[in-house]
Structure formats: structure tokens, C-alpha cells
């Protein structure tokens, strides 16, 4: 059974920090790339970062480079990816998804649920 679990979620004040995480299980989800994406209320879902299975490479979306960091811990059957949140905006404010992308595939394959960032001015 494939799971992918979003914490770490909140209410934070702007220029505050948070880290979510996202557990995958069920797959070798060590293989995958791994990402995280946005919705805001009435917009459409946005990339915000990705990393790769081999060589940890990283991207950002320019609205969060500088401020987010993602990386993710491979030890274990269960992955384990987590996205460092610092310098929050209100515009950060959104429903912050987990995915998963296997090898040679253009669209991710596993999304978890969801975790509700929201960032007060």
C-alpha cells in the first residue's frame, strides 16, 4: 500500500520558520524523485522543490529559492523527504503537497493529501 504522509504544517507568523515532512512507503520510493507542491486557495497547484533519487540534486521554484530547503533520508524503508520553510511570506500560505516521480516518467506518480501552511501578516 503506497502512502505518502504530509506533517509539520500550521499557522506561523511572517519571518517565521517551518519544516514540513513527508513519509513514503509502499514503494522504493529511495529510487524516486521526490517533490513538493503548492495550492493556494483559488489558484492552481505550483511546483516549489524537487530532489532527485541518485544524486540529491535540488531545484526551486524562484518564488522560495533562498528561503527553502528541501532534502530527504533514504536510510530506512520508509523515505523520508522534508522541506525547510524560513522567512515565511503570507504568500506562502497554501496546502503543501508531497510526490513522488519514478525513473524515465514526466508526471509524478504518488501525491499525499496535503498539509496546511498559513502565514499571518
Given amino acids: ?12 507568523q511572517a ?4 519544516r514540513l515532512s513527508c513519509a513514503a512507503s509502499g514503494r ?24 532527485s ?13 533562498g528561503r527553502f530547503t528541501i532534502s530527504r533520508d533514504d536510510a530506512g524503508n520508509t523515505v523520508y523527504v522534508f522541506l525547510q520553510m524560513d522567512s515565511l511570506k503570507p504568500e506562502d500560505t497554501a496546502v ?3 510526490a513522488a516521480r519514478g525513473i524515465n516518467t514526466a ?8 498539509t496546511q501552511v498559513t502565514v499571518s501578516s
Fill in 107 to 114: 508526471a509524478y506518480d504518488y501525491w499525499g493529501q496535503g
Fill in 53 to 65: 533519487s541518485s544524486s540529491g540534486g535540488t531545484t526551486y521554484a524562484n518564488s522560495v529559492k
Fill in 15 to 18: 519571518g517565521d520558520s517551518l
Fill in 96 to 98: 503543501y503537497y508531497c
Fill in 1 to 12: 500500500q503506497v502512502q505518502l504522509v504530509e506533517s509539520g504544517g500550521g499557522l506561523v
Fill in 28 to 51: 522504493t520510493f529511495s529510487r524516486y524523485t521526490m517533490g513538493w507542491f503548492r495550492q493556494a486557495p483559488g489558484k492552481v497547484r505550483e511546483f516549489v522543490a524537487t530532489i
